[in-house]
């Protein structure tokens, strides 16, 4: 399994060569903005748009919050699953990192002696990428987006194969999708109760929003029906 991408002639290793290669023909310091990027900025710009999803789902306060929030609760732990289903992955097919069998890379970040399959950034990154467009479409778009350019990073860095880089996806992907039903079953629930328990109730939507069984919305007409009642009492 270890010379999966061995030949100079697999279009894996010429695909490696041309991303990588824009790297050598671009300024120093771009480079130094693309190494940052891919090893630290978009997974951190992808944990700020969760939390983002979950400002604006708690500021709506809609009918359906506990389990939008499970949904976006679910994003970051089918990342943090995915990352542990990668360790026998890269165990059994002991892929070493590019440019320990190809020559002539541009390596922008050096200190990497693990295994280059699967990629763990490219299979966080589309986790939560897919995770939160099972919460909401619009965030979860971006984020999968977020995701492709994460992957194509990796490789313009030279520490992962393109082919990498698509098995991060598949895997992310493949938690995400697949485990959502379960996750959601047992997360629903309990985000209910956050929501509507007396401290964590903000949590779930902003304090003043009805809450989800619509009693907060109810009981101020009840108020103002009880109250033009009784001055029509009075003026009788």
């Given at each position: 399994m270890a010379g999966l991408a061995a030949s100079g002639s697999n279009p894996d290793v010429e695909l490696l060569y041309d991303i990588n290669g824009l790297a050598k023909d671009a300024p120093r310091w771009f480079d130094r903005v693309m190494e940052y990027v891919g090893e630290y900025g978009l997974l951190f710009a992808l944990v700020l748009l969760v939390v983002w999803c979950w400002w604006s789902v708690r500021r709506r306060g809609e009918?359906?919050?506990?389990?939008?929030?499970?949904?976006l609760v679910w994003?970051?732990?089918?990342?943090?699953v995915a990352v542990l289903v990668n360790?026998?992955?890269?165990g059994f097919v002991e892929r070493p990192r590019p440019f320990n069998d190809h020559q002539g890379l541009e390596v922008l970040?050096?200190?990497?002696?693990?295994?280059?399959?699967?990629s763990d950034h490219a299979t966080i990154?589309?986790?939560?990428?897919?995770?939160?467009?099972v919460a909401n479409r619009k965030f979860g778009l971006l984020g999968i987006g977020l995701a492709l350019l994460e992957g194509f990073c990796r490789v313009y860095m030279g520490v992962h194969y393109p082919t990498d880089v698509v098995g991060g996806?598949?895997?992310g992907t493949a938690v995400a999708l697949l485990l959502s039903p379960l996750a959601m079953a047992l997360l629903t629930p309990l985000m209910t109760a956050v929501?509507?328990?007396?401290?964590?109730?903000?949590?779930?939507?902003?304090?003043?929003?009805?809450?989800?069984?619509?009693?907060e919305a109810l009981i101020p007409g009840a108020r103002q029906e009880s109250a033009g009642t009784e001055e029509r009492d009075l003026a009788a």
């Open positions: 009918a359906d919050a506990a389990s939008s929030v499970a949904a994003a970051p732990l089918a990342a943090a360790v026998p992955i890269r970040v050096t200190g990497k002696t693990d295994y280059s399959f699967v990154a589309m986790a939560l990428g897919v995770g939160l467009f996806f598949a895997l929501e509507r328990s007396s401290r964590g109730g903000w949590l779930i939507r902003a304090r003043g929003r009805s809450g989800a069984d619509g009693q």
